[in-house]
C-alpha cells in the first residue's frame, strides 16, 4: 500500500507559481518502482494527467497544457515529488492530485493510490 498526501495548494494571480508537494508513506516510491503521476479536475470537467515520471526519473510525461510551465521532480529517499508550476492562468484551476502506481496510464482509472487532492486556484 502506498499512501499519498498533497500539499501546496492556493491562490495565485495569473501569471503566478505554485509549487505542490506530494508525499508518499507506506510502501517506498523508489523499492517499488513506483511511477507518479500528477492529475488535475476542474469544476465539470473529467480528471486528467498532467504530469508523470517514472521511478528513477529519466521518463517524464507532460500533457501539451502545460508542457513548458509545469515540471514535475521527485526526491525518492524523501518519498516526495513535486510539481512545480508558472505561467498559471486561469484555465489552469483545478483540483490537483498526485497518483501512484506500478505502471503508467493515461486514464485515472488505471492508477490505485491516490491523495486527496489539493485545490489550486488562479485568479484573472
Known amino acids: 500500500q502506498v499512501q499519498l498526501a498533497e500539499s501546496g495548494g492556493g491562490l495565485v494571480q495569473a501569471g503566478g507559481s505554485l509549487s505542490l508537494a506530494c508525499a508518499a508513506s507506506?510502501?517506498?516510491?523508489?523499492?517499488?518502482?513506483?511511477?507518479v503521476g500528477w492529475f488535475r479536475q476542474a469544476p465539470g470537467k473529467e480528471r486528467g494527467l498532467v504530469a508523470a515520471?517514472?521511478?528513477?526519473?529519466?521518463?517524464?510525461y507532460y500533457s501539451d497544457s502545460v508542457k513548458g510551465r509545469f515540471t514535475i521532480s521527485r526526491d525518492n529517499p524523501k518519498n516526495l515529488v513535486y510539481l512545480q508550476m508558472s505561467s498559471l492562468q486561469p484555465e489552469d484551476t483545478a483540483v490537483y492530485y498526485c497518483?501512484?502506481?506500478?505502471?503508467?496510464?493515461?486514464?485515472?482509472?488505471?492508477?490505485?493510490?491516490w491523495g486527496q487532492g489539493t485545490q489550486v486556484t488562479v485568479s484573472s
Open positions: 497518483a501512484a502506481d506500478e505502471a503508467f496510464s493515461y486514464s485515472d482509472y488505471a492508477w490505485n493510490y
Open positions: 507506506g510502501r517506498t516510491l523508489r523499492s517499488y518502482a513506483i511511477t
Open positions: 515520471i517514472n521511478w528513477s526519473g529519466d521518463w517524464i
